[in-house]
């Protein structure tokens, strides 16, 4: 897969894309990444990539020329690119969405900045999209976010090691607690029955431990969750617990 980084600030990414995971996917070649200086797309002397907002108020906004210039040099070499802009005003970026990115070939993430773009940029990307309900000082981390938890996703990228099936939202659950030496930290110990080496009741207490939190923490996510009859039942006991310990 190839990953295009459209931004001002090209130093940003000097960092996250030669760590960890992101550094070791380029290395085993499953994963390109270039980043594009929006300044190489301005044609005047001052390489001027902002402007006044049109109707007053504070801040710059991106202008639109140079962005679409270099949109289009990204689709002149490659019409199968799918562009997303990062904003505050797009939609929500889910697991499902990431797994939707990770299953195409390449990606054009395009960082607004300061107040804003030119909303006519709209007609030139394929989607806007948010990392959360609040606001970045520019769309570089939001970037790092989407690259990173599309990388993850790619064949090979996390190889054996790899637990991205299982974990948080791929189920449709948050993620089961996990633990390593010492067993005792501070009078904190780990779970017994993960010292037991009985497989299939690690399986099924990972599992309640899954769903415990999640009604827990993000009750919200039980409604589009997957749940077995089992899951069912174990969860209408924690409920039942619940209630006489309120009641
Ligand atoms: N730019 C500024 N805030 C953002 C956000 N929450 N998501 C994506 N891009 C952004």
Redesign the pocket.
């Given at each position: 897969m190839r990953i295009d980084l459209l931004t001002l600030f090209p130093d940003f990414f000097a960092g996250p894309l030669t760590q960890s995971i992101l550094r070791r996917a380029q290395e085993q070649g499953a994963v390109s990444f270039r980043v594009i200086n929006l300044r190489d797309f301005t044609t005047d002397r001052h390489r001027t990539a902002d402007d006044r907002p049109f109707g007053g108020g504070p801040g710059m906004v991106l202008k639109l020329e140079p962005l679409v210039a270099a949109i289009r040099a990204v689709r002149a070499e490659d019409a199968a690119v799918w562009v997303v802009l990062?904003?505050?005003a797009?939609g929500l970026l889910t697991q499902k969405k990431v797994r939707e990115l990770a299953a195409r070939s390449h990606l054009l993430l395009v960082c607004?900045h300061y107040e804003g773009v030119d909303d006519r940029l709209a007609h030139y990307v394929d989607e806007e999209?948010?990392?959360?309900?609040?606001?970045?000082?520019?769309?570089e981390p939001?970037a790092v976010v989407v690259a990173d938890a599309v990388v993850r996703l790619l064949p090979a990228v996390l190889g054996c090691e790899g637990s991205a099936a299982e974990e948080s939202f791929q189920t449709g659950l948050l993620d089961h607690p996990h633990y390593t030496r010492p067993r005792v930290f501070e009078g904190h110990a780990v779970p017994e029955i993960l010292l037991s080496g009985d497989h299939a009741a690690v399986a099924r207490w990972r599992r309640q431990e899954a769903l415990r939190r999640t009604l827990r923490r993000r009750p919200d996510l039980l409604a589009r969750a997957a749940l077995t009859p089992a899951d069912r039942d174990f969860l209408a006991r924690l409920r039942e617990i619940s209630e006489q310990q309120d009641g």
């Open positions: 990062l904003s505050p797009g607004g999209l948010s990392i959360g309900d609040y606001v970045l000082t520019g769309g939001a």
